[in-house]
């Protein structure tokens, strides 16, 4: 009788728990009906963001009272255990019905106060390099999930032609409900092409440099809804994932949102190995402000006056031009991004960590659609801004390191000694080896220049000026070993320095390197261990001492060559 009272007893917890975990199934079933994502709010009481972060896309933080964020089913069914007070909001895909465009015609359009559709966005592109085929060159890197295109404009004199200038990048839109930017970057690319030989600046900077833009970089969720529309565009791409969520990250390691890297990103890692770009930014809407980095972590980035400077000189010009309130939140339009909300796997701290360029995050309007018939006044608000970085990456230390006896260029690596940290040092272009140094002004101490099988030169003291360019050419003497010196610092680094215990050993030497890792305790315990193969060009290893106490700790790194140290202090 006791045996059969207690099967009894589970056969109903077995029922009741699957009744519950039904009637869980059923509301986030009846939320999502058809839709791929939703849009809501929760309340902001005594939450742990890291986890959050993790499982949703938080969208924005406007007050204390509510944070808005995105998610995909699985992502908000986990959400749902966290017992948090939500509503559920409209998506801001759907909030308006766009104006559509399924043809447009560059050399009759004065007036961009329209969203092109998929097949019309395709066809202006290539009339921009049809129209001005000395000064453009439009091409697809690669397509995204669904196999749409992710094209680029390149814009320069000469196009076709590598010449010693800077590479600037624009990309808008990696958040498929986030169209400002897509339409006046467009807009950008025609003024660029159309005031060219008639405007000083724009002269300038086609003669002087290469302009890249990427108007549309999540085209599926851009036309979530087809081809015909942006109504019913989603923040996500067809795979229900946050590309602004799907780098690598600096803290967080390669996949820090659990997902692999999707199509676009693929693409995208894979044009920044190919190609130095000196700066960019990506433009995004659903707030007025620039941010800056970092956004993973809290130290502050080794150039964060030089970083000010400029959203200073953004924001500033944006004020001068737009109607009162526009870009006046936060710092009156500029933040550094962890103070506003700390993200993971994000591209602005990808493209800034990984391949030392300085990208910027834009985001040019609260209203994530905005009506066709206000893109024009944002155009007039902003298009003095969006030149005005472009030129930045004029001004600092530029030159070319060659070889003392050939001259043949070098690809070689850039540091300013007790100034460059997570990632801030510049290379040279590898097949020109030319460089640029974005700095803000003052007087810097010891830059190296390193590179693979020479002697490194230190360079005492440089002056550098806003609005300036200082050249500093360097020749290295070959030594004809296969790696530079090592203990000059420049070719492993450690960061963060102090840590938890969790740290990263980048490598940023052209040629392989076999390499043994020990790290041992001041007692000489060996508490990490590990052979590793670093490949040429910028990577790194994560590493994770295992709950290490607090303390100093000595890393050895020995390769084929020679051998690094350096502590490392556990907080």
């Not at 790290?519 to 000489?524: D, K, P, V």
Request: glycine share 8%.
């Amino acid at each position: 009788m006791l045996v059969f009272r207690y099967l009894y007893l589970i056969f109903v917890i077995t029922i009741f728990t699957s009744i519950c975990h039904g009637q869980e199934k059923s509301e986030t079933d009846e939320i999502f009906n058809d839709k791929s994502e939703i849009y809501f709010r929760f309340e902001n009481k005594d939450i742990s963001f890291d986890r959050l972060t993790r499982i949703i896309s938080i969208d924005s933080k406007t007050n204390k009272e509510w944070v808005y964020a995105y998610a995909n089913k699985n992502g908000f069914t986990e959400f749902l255990n966290q017992k948090i007070n939500y509503e559920i909001l409209q998506h801001p895909g759907t909030l308006i019905i766009p104006k559509m465009r399924s043809h447009v015609n560059i050399k009759n359009t004065d007036e961009w106060d329209f969203y092109p559709t998929y097949e019309a966005y395709i066809d202006l592109m290539y009339q921009f390099e049809q129209n001005y085929p000395d000064l453009c060159d439009v091409f697809s890197i690669g397509n995204s999930e669904e196999g749409r295109s992710l094209l680029f404009a390149k814009i320069s004199k000469n196009d076709n032609e590598q010449e010693n200038e800077p590479r600037f990048l624009y990309t808008s839109t990696m958040h498929g409900d986030e169209t400002a930017g897509y339409v006046l970057m467009l807009h950008l690319i025609d003024y660029l092409l159309s005031n060219y030989g008639t405007d000083i600046k724009i002269t300038h900077l086609l003669d002087n440099m290469e302009i890249w833009i990427n108007p549309l970089a999540n085209p599926d969720g851009a036309y979530a809804g087809g081809n015909n529309s942006i109504y019913g565009a989603t923040r996500f791409n067809a795979n229900g994932v946050d590309l602004n969520r799907n780098y690598p990250d600096p803290e967080d390691g390669q996949h820090p949102d659990g997902n692999p890297w999707q199509p676009e990103t693929i693409e995208f890692m894979e044009l920044a190995d190919s190609i130095v770009f000196v700066m960019g930014a990506n433009f995004h809407s659903g707030a007025e402000v620039f941010n800056y980095p970092w956004d993973t972590w809290a130290q502050l980035h080794a150039d964060d006056d030089w970083w000010q400077y400029v959203g200073r000189e953004w924001a500033d010009t944006v004020h001068k031009y737009g109607p009162p309130g526009y870009f006046t939140g936060f710092d009156n339009g500029i933040t550094n991004g962890y103070e506003w909300y700390s993200i993971s796997g994000g591209r602005q701290d990808y493209m800034n960590y990984f391949y030392h360029c300085r990208e910027v995050t834009l985001e040019i309007s609260n209203t994530k659609i905005l009506p066709e018939s206000l893109l024009s006044d944002y155009w007039e608000y902003n298009y003095h801004s969006f030149l005005n970085y472009i030129e930045q990456a004029l001004y600092g230390i530029t030159g070319t390191v060659t070889d003392s006896i050939t001259g043949d260029p070098l690809a070689a690596s850039i540091f300013i000694e007790g100034h460059d940290v997570d990632g801030s040092w510049v290379k040279t272009d590898q097949l020109y080896g030319h460089y640029f140094r974005p700095l803000f002004e003052g007087m810097y101490q010891n830059i190296t220049f390193s590179a693979s099988g020479y002697e490194s030169k230190t360079i005492n003291q440089v002056q550098v000026f806003n609005y300036q360019l200082t050249q500093q050419d360097v020749q290295l003497v070959y030594t004809g070993s296969g790696i530079n010196n090592l203990s000059a610092g420049n070719i492993f680094s450690i960061s963060p320095n102090p840590n938890g215990g969790t740290f990263r050993i980048e490598y940023m030497g052209s040629s392989e390197a076999n390499s043994k890792i020990d790290i041992y305790s001041l007692n000489g315990e060996i508490v990490f261990s590990q052979n590793y193969k670093f490949t040429k060009g910028s990577n790194y290893l994560p590493v994770d001492l295992d709950m290490a106490t607090q303390g100093v700790y000595m890393l050895k790194i020995q390769t084929d060559i020679q051998s690094f140290s350096e502590k490392i202090m556990v907080r």
